[in-house]
């Protein structure tokens, strides 16, 4: 099973800004939409952001707008999460998942086929 490599996690405090990356393993998944999700404690895992494969189009959850920006290297063939004004509220393991699709940017957890396994974001007020 292919697997996503996320990194970036860490302790910050409230206002400040982390910096996630997903890694893909092979160049297939520059055909595929990424998106992050993020998991708090005793939470549903939940959207926060998409890109399509071209990088041209994006989607945020309402609670991150203005503040997160998701963007991909294709070169790379890894996603960012650029996260700023973090809230203590942001504070979950964040994961990143692939779909094949096109310029689709679905929201639900089922519709993405891969997964990484994820990274710890922890906001301290």
């Known amino acids: 099973q292919v697997q996503l490599v996320e990194s970036g996690g860490g302790l910050v405090q409230a206002g400040g800004s982390l910096r996630l990356s997903c890694a893909a393993p092979v160049r297939t998944f520059s055909a595929y939409s990424r998106a992050w999700f993020r998991q708090a404690p005793g939470k549903e895992r939940e959207f926060v952001a998409a890109?399509?494969?071209?990088?041209?189009?994006?989607n945020y959850a309402d609670s991150v707008k203005g503040r997160f920006t998701i963007s991909r290297d294709s070169a790379k063939n890894t996603v960012y999460l650029q996260m700023n004004g973090l809230k203590p509220e942001d504070t979950a393991v964040y994961y990143c998942?692939?779909?094949?699709?096109?310029?689709?940017?679905?929201?639900?957890?089922?519709?993405?086929?891969?997964w990484g396994q994820g990274t710890q974001v922890t906001v301290s007020s």
């Open positions: 890109v399509s494969r071209s990088g041209a189009i994006t």
């Open positions: 998942g692939a779909t094949f699709g096109g310029d689709r940017l679905p929201v639900g957890v089922g519709e993405y086929d891969y």
